[in-house]
């Protein structure tokens, strides 16, 4: 049985220095018109459909729970807006993203551009 608005499941990964295991966990897909159900989980990446427009994203979750009651939303991030977040300096032109602030994580992503996700 799985959780309703979500995807997949895994085997847990255990990691020893933390004392504790985890599982990941799919969340279900966002698009400009579908809105990703509220997990309150962390997210550890972060999936696309439709590579050439990327029209949906998903996140892929850990089974670890933020406390919802300090959650908050972030600015848009696009690459349309003229600014760059390139992170990777090894990695291809072009990579655009976004950091957390310390103490925060990405845990819900909601999508607006039309028929692409052209905002996170």
């Known amino acids: 049985a ?13 990691r020893g220095d933390v004392g ?3 599982y990941t966990i799919g969340s279900g897909w966002a698009s400009s018109t579908d809105t990703m159900a509220r997990s309150n989980l962390v997210a550890s990446g972060m999936g696309c459909k439709e590579e050439t427009s990327c029209s949906k994203v998903n ?17 848009w991030c696009s690459d349309n807006t003229g600014q760059r977040w390139d ?4 990695g291809d032109e072009g ?5 957390c602030p310390d103490g ?5 992503a ?10 996170l």
Request: hydrophobic share 35%; aromatic share 6%.
């Open 2 to 14: 799985g959780v309703a608005g979500f995807e997949g499941g895994s085997a847990p990964f255990c």
């Open 104 to 108: 925060m994580a990405v845990s819900h």
């Open 110 to 119: 909601e999508c607006r551009g039309g028929d692409a996700c052209d905002d």
């Open 20 to 22: 504790r295991c985890m």
């Open 95 to 99: 990579e655009i993203v976004t950091d």
């Open 87 to 90: 992170w990777n300096t090894d």
């Open 59 to 75: 996140l892929i979750l850990l089974s670890i729970n933020i406390d919802a009651s300090s959650s908050l939303s972030s600015d």
